[in-house]
């Protein structure tokens, strides 16, 4: 690798502003925040996510499946006869 071209990549805390569940982790994005957190003693650059595994209807299993206009009964029909 060539060197100094990398960003920089160091561990940062993201919180989920709905649920208040933090993540540590590491990323390039820790001179983007200016707000820091304590955690484990150790401060941190907090990075705030409006969506996280936390709160995402997906990995949650609140999410619904709406279907619009019968697409999967007309799917069925046009399939059912052969």
Do not use: C, W
Not at 25 to 36: A, E, H, L, P
Not at 45 to 55: F, Q, T, Y
Not at 59 to 82: M, N, S
């Amino acid at each position: 690798m060539k060197a100094d071209i990398h960003p920089d990549y160091n561990e940062v805390v993201f919180q989920d502003i709905s649920t208040g569940e933090t993540f540590l982790t590491r990323s390039t994005m820790t001179k983007t925040s200016g707000d820091t957190i304590t955690l484990e003693g150790k401060d941190y650059p907090l990075i705030r996510v409006e969506v996280s595994s936390a709160s995402h209807p997906f990995y949650t299993g609140k999410q619904t499946l709406v279907d619009t206009e019968g697409r999967v009964e007309k799917f069925k029909q046009k399939y059912a006869r052969r």
